[in-house]
């Protein structure tokens, strides 16, 4: 490959809005037949709204949005901007959080109005020997049916609320997919949230292969299960536990509006957290590498 050819490459894409490290990058994807998707803020806007509140018997729905949005104040998971903004909205002004814990891939939990309060999966409520109460459990279900999120709040020593946030696929994203397959590529979707939301998701953007409840530390598992499979893999992500991943991958691309930590781990960077612009860099490359040879 000569350096002229591959750098008209690089400034070419920048004007597609793909920012490329440097020009050996585009020689990489030459051999990419897979591409994995992170699917929040990758596939989807990652900018969800509360959209439904359930309780459990006896339960005040002002006290659980309050107590969850207190919380949720104190992360910057788009599910927890989301219920923030959906609390402030139902009950005003928010109190402080005590003792805050991140528990990566499954939610959060501290001290509001002195009472100890989780949110985040089923799989935290069990952590703290918490049961989720037949009506919760369905109307949970019902939700993710749906293609929701539904996150458990729990406080006091028990399961009392299932909070839903609903995040929207890009626009742009079936699209993309469909482009994708055009150029011979599987796309395979990647996410650490439940299975049934994740199929919701991929059915809409047209997607078969989906791999979910990927705990963060995991997803670098999967690329490399896939390279050891003897496929060459494409990774576009957005956040910190997609870095790894990236890193990983054969070619690594990141949301231009996503997280420093994944722009950084990348190869490409999509200016404008458009897919179609993944379809762009790969459709790139490969007349960039024809011209040259
Ligand atoms: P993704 O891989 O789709 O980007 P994450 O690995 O960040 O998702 O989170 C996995 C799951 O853990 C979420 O779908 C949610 O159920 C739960 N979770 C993580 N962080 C939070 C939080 N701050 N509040 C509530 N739930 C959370
Ligand atoms: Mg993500």
Known sequence: ATPTALLVGTGRGAQLGILIKGPEVLESTRAVDTVVLDKTGTVTTGRMALVEVHVAEGVDTEEAVRLAGALENASEHPIAQAIVAGARDRVGDLPSVEDFTNVEGLGVQGIVDGKAVL???????????????????????????????????????????????????????AEAITQLRALGLTPVLLTGDNEAVARAVAAEVGITEVIAEVLPKDKVDVVKRLQGEGKVVAMVGDGVNDAAALAQADLGLAMGTGTDVAIEASDLTLVRGDLRAAVDAIRLSRRTLRTIK
Do not use: F
């Open 119 to 173: 949110v985040g999966r089923t799989a935290l409520l069990e952590e703290w020997a918490h049961h989720l109460p037949e009506d919760l459990a369905k109307a949970k279900a019902a939700e993710e049916e749906l293609g929701r999120t539904a996150v458990v709040v729990g406080w006091d020593g028990k399961a009392r609320a299932v909070l839903v946030v609903a995040d929207t696929v890009k626009p742009t994203s």
